[in-house]
């Protein structure tokens, strides 16, 4: 998150990689069609992209940030795909209001698919045997023990190298979500 | 919480593994707190997530890369965008004075300038106020200055200070009196002494 704060391209494509489908799936949930969520999703990014740095300075979690520039930029595609109907119509002015999206989008589901894509990201970093410590003992619920002894290490060892990938994703995460 | 800046990183996961075993276990604070934090982690992982529905269609990809392209189109819009301009040249940036102008291009300005606290004369590279004005590039400049004053080589120049004055970041090295490439590929073609063939390069 701070490299990708600092501009560098191999952590800003990183936070594309993990955020752009988000992005793009809110927009398709408000109720945009493909080409037009497309379009939104690219204008969000470059609104990150201008503010990133104040936002750093501000403080705050990206994710819900991300998600507030998101519903504005979906509102501003809605106002200049069809401008507002004359006043003297009540009625349609009405709809017109109410095709407008006013809520925020659904974060917990998108952070639920961050931490999924997150954990994809960072499984190249750690050789296999850690790896499959991590997945047995966390994803499968497998104990320590059981794992232990299958490979042959100590559990003391199975317990560390699980929490090694843990706390990486941890790091991951901070400021994100 | 970052235990890890005090905690060489394997005590902290031997630490965090003990804990796990026993809850007694005599921890940092830290680490406890962050064994607690790591354990509701673990377990979000457990819960089903379903796919995002929409990840598949193809306008989706399209939108990911070019999110990706915005960080590319910046970096080298501002090394291309920018033609090198006469931009006015500073009497002092901080206490540098001016003398004259070694060179210019899109990006800034080489200048000969006088460190006045110490008496001697460097070279001041500047970064043109407009391109600083740009979101981050400010900050690589001066990133890029940080880590090149962090090497130590004799085939380095390294760097004095940094700086900003006026919006201006700007850094200083020490000016090397010496010719411009063009006038030594122009001396050695005359004495015929030297090209970068029999010097061993290539070029390709």
Not at chain 2, 20 to 35: C, F
Not at chain 2, 74 to 85: K, L
């Amino acid at each position: 998150m701070q490299r990708a704060c600092a501009l560098e391209p191999t952590a800003w494509e990183r936070l594309c990689t993990l955020y752009g489908p988000i992005v793009y799936g809110w927009c398709r949930r408000y109720g945009l069609q493909h080409s037009d969520a497309a379009d939104c999703c690219q204008e969000v990014f470059q609104s990150v992209f201008k503010n990133l740095g104040q936002f750093r300075q501000d403080g705050g979690v990206f994710h819900s940030w991300l998600g507030t520039i998101t519903l504005n930029q979906v509102r501003l595609h809605f106002r200049k795909a069809k401008p507002a109907p004359s006043l003297i119509d009540g009625q349609q002015l009405q709809d017109w209001l109410e095709a407008i999206p006013d809520s925020d989008p659904d974060l917990v589901h998108s952070r639920q698919l961050v931490v999924r894509r997150t954990l994809d990201l960072i499984q190249g970093d750690f050789n296999a045997q850690t790896w499959l410590i991590f997945v047995r003992t966390t994803l499968h619920n497998e104990s320590c023990g059981e794992v232990a002894v299958s490979l042959g290490l100590t559990p003391n060892a199975v317990r560390q190298a699980r929490f090694r990938v843990i706390r990486r994703l941890q790091q991951e995460l901070q400021g994100l979500v | 919480m970052e235990p890890e800046n005090n905690l060489d990183q394997s005590e902290l996961d031997r630490q965090l593994a003990e804990l796990d075993e026993n809850p007694e276990a005599p921890v940092d604070t830290t680490v406890w707190e962050l064994h607690a934090e790591l354990q509701t982690l673990a377990k979000q992982l457990n819960q089903p997530v379903p796919p995002n529905p929409y990840e598949q269609e193809p306008a989706c990809q399209q939108a990911v890369e070019r999110a990706k392209s915005i960080v590319q189109e910046v970096t080298s819009g501002i090394a291309e965008s920018v033609e090198p301009s006469a931009e006015p040249t500073p009497t002092h940036l901080d206490h540098f004075r001016i003398v004259r102008l070694l060179g210019q291009g899109g990006m800034g300005a080489v200048y000969l300038a006088e460190d006045t606290r110490l008496g001697r004369e460097v070279a001041l590279k500047t970064m043109r106020a407009e391109l600083a004005a740009r979101p981050g590039a400010k900050e690589r400049f001066l990133r890029e200055a940080r880590l090149a004053a962090a090497l130590e080589h004799d085939h380095i120049v390294p760097i004095y200070h940094v700086g900003e004055a006026n919006g201006t970041p700007y850094l200083a090295m020490p000016f090397l009196k010496g010719q411009s490439l063009d006038d030594l590929l122009k001396a050695e073609k005359n004495t015929g002494c030297r090209t970068s063939h029999s010097a061993g390069h290539s070029g390709r």
